[in-house]
Nanobody, 115 residues
Framework: QVHLVESGGGLVQPGGSLRLSCAAS????????MNWWRQAPGKERELVAF???????TYADSVKGRFTISRDNAKNTVYLQMNSLKLEDTAVYYC?????????WGQGTQVTVSS
């Protein structure tokens, strides 16, 4: 069983920053690809970024240059540093991974960008 808990969401003005965290249970963390997704109201869930066990990162074009994903294997935690936030970044952000083909999701954390 994998348990993921996101935190760090909130209300921020355009141009501001937030840092999301996702704490994972179990000792599977260091070998897993960890993903951050988001879902805005009325839109499909979008893959924002992922990081491999070796630290290779990939980003959606919409966040490239503004968001940074990182991981601390000792703390079983993955982070999403979000800078230069835009109104269109407003969404619920989810942490996700898979174990033996079974996907696991956190409960999500709300990010609202508003002036």
């Amino acid at each position: 069983q994998v348990h993921l808990v996101e935190s760090g969401g909130g209300l921020v003005q355009p141009g501001g920053s937030l840092r999301l965290s996702c704490a994972a249970s179990g000792n599977i963390f260091s070998t897993n690809v960890m993903n951050w997704w988001r879902q805005a109201p009325g839109k499909e869930r979008e893959l924002v970024a992922f990081i491999t066990s070796g630290g290779i990162t990939t980003y959606a074009d919409s966040v490239k240059g503004r968001f940074t994903i990182s991981r601390d294997n000792a703390k079983n935690t993955v982070y999403l540093q979000m800078n230069s936030l835009k109104l269109e970044d407003t969404a619920v952000y989810y942490c996700n991974t898979a174990l033996k083909g079974v996907p696991y999701w956190g409960q999500g954390t709300q990010v609202t960008v508003s002036s």
